[in-house]
């Protein structure tokens, strides 16, 4: 089992709808939890953090999580073509340094 | 003005032979990190320095050898190069323990043939 799973997509919504994209991680100990944007050729960038149960609202993007499910998710409303890109989970059990767990990403497009 | 800067960007190679990439950034960040991202997008972390000092070495080849000169540079050095180690390497720095918020190097795309 991966320390943390997403499903590689890729999600497709059409402009203006809402993207739903799911995590689920294997270790109890983990205390924080990223979403990181990638386009393609690039790098990642931070976009939500989350620490504590409950959602956590950004602008057009919400962080989820749920620990005693395992399952963190992040909601884009109101998606923009701008939006296609990877979003991967990263968790972290923040013990010492900060050592973040990857998720492999989910690939969203959103058409026009 | 860019914060992480890596080079090469682009690395094309014989397996067997040995390569580096080097890493800066002017964040005044303490903690530098190497991450392999392979052809499924998998992100995994390789090595960790804090201030010089490595705190986080995962289970990687020992044909993998990071350098950190100071707190500022990050360099990976490979031997005996194989077909295997073709993936994108992002360096990446963090200023603060713990916030998660890691600032990504553009990557080096290395190629082994």
């Known amino acids: 089992q991966k320390e943390v799973e997403q499903n590689s997509g890729p999600l497709s919504v059409p402009e203006g709808a809402i993207a739903s994209l799911n995590c689920t991680y294997s270790?109890?100990?983990?205390?924080?939890f990223f979403w990181y944007r990638q386009y393609s050729g690039k790098s990642p960038e931070l976009i939500m953090s989350i620490y504590s149960n409950g959602d956590k609202e950004d602008g057009r993007f919400t962080a989820q999580l749920n620990k005693a499910s395992q399952y963190v998710s992040l909601l884009i409303r109101d998606s923009q073509p701008s939006d296609s890109a990877t979003y991967l989970c990263?968790?972290?059990?923040?013990?010492?340094?900060?050592?973040?767990?990857f998720g492999t990403g989910t690939r969203l497009l959103v058409s026009p | 003005d860019t914060a992480v800067s890596q080079t090469p960007k682009y690395l094309v190679t014989q397996m067997g032979n040995d390569k580096s990439i080097k890493c800066e950034q002017n964040l005044g960040h303490d903690t530098m990190y190497w991450y392999k991202q392979d052809s499924k997008k998998f992100l995994k972390i390789m090595f960790s320095?804090?201030?010089?000092?490595?705190?986080i070495n995962e289970t990687v080849p020992n044909r993998f050898s990071p350098k950190s000169p100071d707190k500022a540079h990050l360099n990976l050095h490979i031997n005996s190069l194989e077909l295997g180690d073709s993936a994108v390497y992002f360096c990446a720095s963090t200023g603060t323990v713990n916030t998660g918020e890691l600032f990504f190097g553009e990557g080096s795309r290395l190629t082994v043939l």
């Open positions: 320095y804090n201030n010089k000092e490595l705190i």
């Open positions: 990263a968790v972290s059990r923040n013990t010492g340094f900060q050592k973040l767990v």
């Open positions: 270790d109890r100990g983990s205390q924080s």
